[in-house]
């Protein structure tokens, strides 16, 4: 009996150890966390995680798609602080170890969740995470070295390009007021003053417009990730020269209409959008505008409200649909 069981156990173990061993391809996975983002960029034992979604949803998702026994997570970006983005930090943070934070410094917001939120950066990052704003142009690269992967692919190949696209038009004000915020996020004595006085001192409330913007690029697959990123933003990032034709976008705010302007879409043109919204929801997200924008530039749309959880895997030329519902196409 007691031989049958450690049989058993030892081959959930080597089951649940084959399953989730990462292969050679970059998983691009929109989880299905109801109203709201977590969006996982995975490479190897490399993992990026794009905000947390509005509760601990977010921690299933992992545990499906993060590699076996992997607690670690390289960077984690909070595009801004709304609940639907921010929800699921203090769960995410009590069971994965972040090495890299990057979040809107001088921005903040008077609310309880970012409080707390606040809080737990301030308790993680006495733990060791590295805390930071991100500027414009910031990249990071990721390479996976083992040994089938680079017998495949050359070294450029096979690296992930993470370039920050915002703020994309931080000037000095907005450089003294980042330097202000960051003494506002650590010192807890600062939590007395009142959000005029904040303002005055030229911190701004978080808005969905302050939202970082990601552009990832994996050997020739090009995508873009824009958080809640609103319409004034995607013309500055439009004239700023940073937007071209992308292979995949993450459609900013869920696919409401005060994102993806027609003239921000015709730029970017990506064959597959991703939308990342819940069931039914509330503010009827995704807009039929913004749907027959995307229509019309003939983008396949892609919605966790429809699908669950959505699975992109790319070997750096093709990019291809792993859905829990559905098989590749
Ligand atoms: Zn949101």
């Not at 061993?21 to 998983?27: A, G």
């Not at 697959?221 to 439009?238: C, F, M, N, S």
Request: net charge negative; hydrophobic share 40%.
């Amino acid at each position: 009996m007691k031989v049958f069981f450690l049989l058993f156990a030892f081959s959930i173990f080597l089951w649940e150890f084959l399953a989730k061993s990462p292969d050679q391809f970059l998983h691009i996975t929109v989880c299905d966390v109801g109203q709201g983002d977590a969006i996982l960029l995975s490479l190897g034992y490399s993992q990026v995680l794009i905000d947390t979604g509005p509760d601990e949803s977010v921690l299933s998702c992992l545990n499906k798609h993060m590699p076996f026994l992997d607690k670690k997570i390289d960077v984690l970006v909070l595009t801004h602080f709304d609940d639907d983005h921010i929800g699921g930090f203090d769960q995410l943070t009590q069971v994965y170890a972040i090495n890299y934070l990057f979040l809107p410094l001088n921005t903040y917001k008077d609310s309880e969740s970012f409080l707390k939120l606040k809080e737990r950066i301030i308790s993680i990052e006495k733990l060791g995470t590295i805390v930071k704003e991100p500027f414009l142009g910031q990249q990071i690269a990721f390479s996976e070295f083992s040994p089938s992967h680079q017998a495949k692919y050359n070294s450029t190949e096979s690296s992930l390009l993470l370039s920050f696209l915002t703020p994309s038009d931080l000037d000095l004000e907005e450089y003294l007021a980042l330097e202000r915020a960051k003494s506002f996020l650590w010192q807890k004595s600062e939590d007395e003053l009142s959000a005029e006085e904040l303002q005055n001192m030229g911190i701004k409330t978080s808005d969905n417009d302050g939202s970082i913007g990601i552009f990832a690029q994996f050997g020739e697959l090009k995508l873009l990730l824009l958080g809640d990123l609103e319409t004034t933003r995607e013309v500055a990032l439009i004239e700023s020269g940073l937007i071209t034709k992308v292979d995949i976008q993450k459609i900013g705010h869920h696919g409401s209409k005060t994102s993806s302007s027609s003239e921000f879409l015709l730029r970017s043109r990506p064959e597959i959008s991703l939308i990342s919204c819940g069931l039914n929801n509330q503010f009827g997200h995704p807009n039929a505008e913004v749907l027959s924008n995307l229509q019309s530039i003939g983008s396949q749309v892609l919605r966790t409200d429809k699908m669950g959880t959505i699975e992109v895997l790319s070997d750096g030329q093709k990019f291809w649909l792993k859905n829990e519902k559905q098989n590749l196409f």
